[in-house]
Antibody
């Protein structure tokens, strides 16, 4: 059975840092591009970042570019999101997601981890 | 960036009646080399991750009830729930995978009338 399990969320002050992790199981992790998607309280879904299979190609939403870094460890079946210079507006539930390239859709999601940026 | 505009923002439908959600993209998401629309639909319930319902604009994900259907091409798309059930109360989002940054529609909240 496929599982994506996020961890690392919590309360942090503005300007602080957090590293989110997403541990995968039940599928060949190293063959899948990985994404992070977030949802701020009361708001819609927003794509944050994506990473290719070997970690050499990254892309970010403009609102997080230069502050967030996505990476992966295929030996540990884990994708990370290093979040620096956090802002109040980064407060959200963060989901890792992926999917069959043949679908070009996200058919696998984690349960999400809450990040709260507040003083 | 491709802007995805959903309408309406919310709708209330009686049980057993049809619900129709629209999604319009600011540019075509039809990839001509394979004739596929890079558009998917998601159902989001509170406290749960999104769940894919439709991909390639009209292909139903395995296990999704056949009352859910997707249609459209190019820039205009529709998600239809043919006979609304109580468990369909949720927020629905479209997503374009045509180009980065990936962009979601603003969401449509579906409730029971």
């Amino acid at each position: 059975e496929v599982h994506l399990v996020e961890s690392g969320g919590g309360l942090v002050q503005p300007g602080g840092s957090l590293r989110l992790s997403c541990a995968a199981s039940g599928f060949t992790f190293s063959s899948y591009w990985m994404h992070w998607v977030r949802q701020a309280p009361g708001k819609g879904l927003m794509w944050v970042s994506r990473l290719n299979t070997d970690g050499s190609d990254t892309m970010y939403a403009d609102s997080v570019k230069g502050r967030f870094t996505i990476s992966r460890d295929n030996a540990k079946n884990t994708v990370y999101l290093q979040m620096n210079s956090l802002r109040v507006e980064d407060t959200a539930v963060y989901y890792c997601a992926t999917g069959d390239v043949g679908k070009r859709a996200f058919d696998m999601w984690g349960q999400g981890t809450m990040v709260t940026v507040s003083s | 960036d491709i802007v995805m505009t959903q309408s309406p923002d919310s709708l209330a439908v009686s049980l057993g009646e049809r619900a129709t959600i629209n999604c319009k993209s600011s540019q075509s998401v039809l990839y001509r080399s394979n004739n596929k629309n890079y558009l998917s639909w998601y159902q989001k319930k509170p406290g749960q991750p999104p769940k894919v319902l439709i991909y390639w604009a009209s292909t139903r994900e395995s296990g999704v009830p056949d009352r859910f259907s997707g249609s459209g091409s190019g820039t205009d798309f529709t998600l239809t729930i043919s006979s609304l059930q109580a468990e369909d109360v949720a927020v629905y989002y479209c997503l374009q995978h045509y180009s980065l940054p990936l962009t979601f529609g603003g969401g449509t909240k579906v409730e029971i009338k």
